[in-house]
């Protein structure tokens, strides 16, 4: 799987979007970019994954570039509870993740 | 929402003992995971299993782990001689099916401490 660069550490103003980019410059044509985040110690929580073409759910954006070489999670409005590691991770099946540092988002009141 | 359940939350064991943690994965899912988080450190894969054999499997997951789904609804991972560095979290997970886009979800994970 393709690896993924991401910033270690963002802030963001409660109330505001926080947007979390990854570049992923080595993606394969069948990979798909797969957003996961960590509060605390929990598990990993699914919070989006897309191919190529944007995506949106009931709790973030996904724009990819359409190189597809970047990719970037939109929160649309930060909530103090948004504050976590954020995982960019791409793979073909999404059956073996390999996740990296993240970003640690912390979204301050 | 359907979600990944995972017993005991919290299990502290002697060196050397036997560890046996417990899942229950989501109830239409057929390929099940362990992942593990040493603390401070990165989610690593362990082992997937799909269609009762194990899938594919890390060069963690040596000889004294060993992977189980015993009945209907559980999926279990066996610690059989623990040592100091097996100290970890541990995550199962569930996906429905090992295809493209596939998505897979994560319990709460089950912290496992060895003294």
């Known amino acids: 799987d393709a690896k993924t660069t991401q910033p270690p550490s963002m802030d963001c103003a409660e109330g505001r979007a926080a947007n979390l980019p990854c570049n992923h410059s080595?993606?394969?044509?069948?990979?798909?970019v797969y957003w996961y985040r960590q509060i605390h110690s929990q598990g990993p929580q699914y919070i989006i994954h897309?191919?190529?073409n944007n995506e949106t759910n009931e709790m973030a954006s996904l724009i990819i570039t359409e190189d597809r070489k970047s990719s970037t999670l939109i929160l649309p409005h930060a909530t103090l509870r948004d504050t976590a590691v954020y995982y960019c991770?791409?793979?073909?099946?999404?059956?073996?993740?390999?996740f990296g540092e993240g970003t640690q988002l912390t979204v301050n009141p | 929402e359907p979600e990944v359940t995972q017993t005991p939350s919290h299990q502290v064991t002697q060196m050397g003992q036997e560890v046996i943690l417990r899942c229950v994965p989501i109830?239409?899912?057929?390929?099940f995971y362990w992942y593990r988080q040493i603390l401070g450190q990165k989610v690593e894969f362990l082992v997937s299993?799909?269609?009762?054999?194990?899938?594919?499997k890390s060069e963690i997951f040596d000889d004294q782990f060993s992977v189980e789904r015993p009945d209907g609804s559980n999926f279990t991972l066996k610690i059989r001689s623990t040592k100091l560095e097996d100290s970890a979290m541990y995550f199962c997970?569930?996906?429905?099916?090992?295809?493209?886009?596939?998505?897979?979800?994560f319990g709460e994970g089950s912290w496992l401490t060895v003294v």
């Open positions: 997970a569930s996906s429905r099916v090992p295809s493209s886009g596939n998505t897979i979800y």
């Open positions: 080595t993606i394969s044509g069948n990979e798909y």
């Open positions: 897309g191919l190529k």
């Open positions: 991770i791409v793979s073909e099946s999404g059956s073996r993740l390999t």
């Open positions: 109830s239409n899912h057929l390929y």
């Open positions: 299993f799909y269609n009762n054999e194990i899938s594919e």
